[in-house]
């Protein structure tokens, strides 16, 4: 019998230290790709509560867990549906532990590289 993963003791339930403090302490918006169980997501919520969260994780255990961190959470497939945001929208796009595991992550960084604001980092 297989049970879902708890997102306790899983991918991301646990806030890389490294990505958290590179993100901009003031960012309005920040997305998440690859999110996890939101653990990232929830860390930074406590720095910055009025930023708004959003987070990409296509397992559905952890995209619910993650869930209760981010104002939204999405499941598509990073390389074959595009962030729907606004050009210019995001001050943070974090990638960090997905471009190793996608077929094209130049594509990818080239497309959404438009999210970001004049100010916005790319963290990896």
Do not use: K, Q
Request: aromatic share 4%.
């Amino acid at each position: 019998m297989s049970s879902a993963p708890d997102p306790a003791s899983t991918y991301g339930a646990h806030a890389n230290p490294d990505l958290l403090a590179r993100i901009p302490l003031d960012a309005r918006a920040v997305l998440d790709v690859g999110c996890g169980a939101g653990a990232l997501g929830a860390a930074f919520r406590r720095r910055n509560p009025a930023a708004r969260l959003l987070g990409i994780e296509p397992a559905p255990a952890l995209r619910a867990h993650a869930a209760t961190h981010y104002d939204e959470v999405s499941g598509e497939d990073i390389e074959s549906v595009p962030p729907r945001l606004d050009a210019g929208s995001l001050d943070a796009l974090i990638f960090g532990d997905v471009l190793e595991h996608l077929e094209d992550p130049w594509a990818v960084l080239r497309r959404d590289r438009a999210l970001l604001s004049e100010r916005g980092v790319i963290l990896i």
